[in-house]
């Protein structure tokens, strides 16, 4: 969802040049833009100013400074200039907006997205956790089961950031407008804070924008975008996004491939693997099975874990646990697989609704094997709740041998792209 972005209007020559020190006027009215105008779309503008309020243009490349407030318009000084297209955002960094977080618009899209069966809803510009309340309300009326992504991006929201991050389902680093409101020198910091939060907390976490940003236009990064890239696997991220970079860059296929590429290299690194720590107190059986299943995978040097599962709960538990085995989830229920791709390390992996374990596992080996996930004499966790038709809370944990020989993997051209073993793009 969109959420409450406030952005200038448009001018007369679709831009102007603002120079430092200048005096501008950014008014509420609905008026072409002109030298020393700026319209903005944000009508409660003045009341959102005072005196000395920053505000950031085009996400922060250029800098105001209030001087005065009115009644439907802004007097500011220009501090850093530069040129202002059509429909740049604009900032108030610590500004107490005053602004539903959820916009008619937002209303328009959430209904067309629940229509359509999405599994998770974004939810942008979150400052507090009524925000997501109100939103989960909205869709439970609506009789959907959609998660809600929280995008971080207000130095309000970090604030309020351990309420918002347990009410969340997922969690987003939106780096752009966080790095406006709270301050670029700050962003590293906070990035890891949050990111550090969801991994104790068990919510997943993606770390999004500008990551290969000049790969928008060249067909190669720059070191310090491997090198960030990199810290956000090592900081702890379930998913990396990419932006303008596959959205509308000149190379989108090497963008997702060298994205690939860094991760699969920090990820070869062992001492990633097996963040466990025996002196916690569990919470729950399912937690427990899932600890106890990644330290079983380490000391059996297992080739997966896999999680018969329903509602996908013990493979996220797992995840948190990073692994170094496959984890793979289970299930005949196609939306819990889908909700489960966003989060670290898990793979997915569709079978026909068993009446027993033993009837499920025989898919599964044959699946396993078909994919190239395991081999013969290769042992594999399980993790289930029994009894399995009871479909209940995860409470058992067993391990099996691949035993079976008559099973030959598919070839490439078979296979869905994720298993194939040349995935150059």
């Known amino acids: ?155 309000e929201a970090v604030e309020n950031l351990e309420e918002i991050v347990r009410l969340s389902d997922a969690v987003m680093v939106a780096r752009g407008d966080l790095a406006v409101e709270v301050g670029q020198t700050r962003l590293p910091q906070i990035q890891k804070q949050i990111v550090s939060l969801c991994n104790s907390i068990g919510r997943p976490v993606i770390t999004a924008t500008q990551m290969l940003d000049s790969m928008t236009e060249n067909p190669r990064p720059t070191r310090a975008e491997i090198t960030d890239v990199a810290n956000a696997v090592l900081d702890g991220s379930d998913a990396l996004m990419l932006s303008a970079e596959s959205a509308s860059g000149r190379f989108p296929f090497r963008c997702i491939q060298t994205m690939h590429d860094i991760i699969s290299e920090v990820e070869r690194n062992g001492d990633y693997f097996y963040d466990m720590r025996m002196e916690e107190q569990f919470s729950s059986v399912a937690e427990a099975i899932g600890a106890a299943s990644a330290l079983s995978a380490m000391k059996l040097e297992a080739s997966a874990i896999v999680c018969l599962t329903t509602s996908g709960k013990t493979a996220s538990l797992i995840s948190g646990f990073r692994p170094k085995a496959r984890v793979i989830a289970v299930t005949h229920i196609m939306p819990t697989l889908n909700r489960l791709e966003l989060v670290w390390g898990i793979q997915t992996l569709k079978i026909d609704p068993y009446s027993s374990s033993d009837e499920a596992m025989n898919q599964i080996e044959e699946l396993l094997l078909q994919y190239g996930l395991v081999k013969p004499g290769d042992k594999v966790i399980l993790t289930l709740g029994v009894p399995v038709l009871e479909r209940g809370t995860t409470n058992a944990l067993r391990v099996y041998t691949i035993c079976r020989e008559d099973v030959e993997r598919l070839s490439d051209d078979e296979l869905p792209t994720r298993f194939k073993k040349d995935q150059v793009l």
């Open 1 to 155: 969802l969109q959420g409450p972005k406030i952005r200038v209007g448009r001018f007369e020559n679709g831009a102007i040049d603002l120079e430092d020190g200048e005096q501008v006027r950014i008014t509420i009215d609905d008026v072409k833009g002109a030298p020393g105008l700026i319209p903005s779309d944000f009508k409660e503008l003045p009341k959102s100013c005072r005196p000395g309020t920053k505000i950031m243009l085009d996400d922060g490349l250029l800098e105001l400074r209030v001087d005065s407030v009115g009644e439907r318009e802004v007097l500011a000084t220009v501090i850093y200039g530069g040129v202002l297209k059509d429909r740049k955002g604009m900032n108030i960094p610590g500004g107490e907006l005053a602004v539903d977080c959820l916009t008619e618009k937002d209303l328009i899209d959430l209904a067309f997205g629940i229509d359509n069966d999405v599994d998770y809803i974004a939810l942008s510009f979150v400052r507090r956790g009524d925000d997501i309340r109100k939103l989960r309300e909205m869709i439970a009326a609506k009789g959907s089961s959609a998660r809600i992504v929280s995008k971080i991006e207000m130095l």
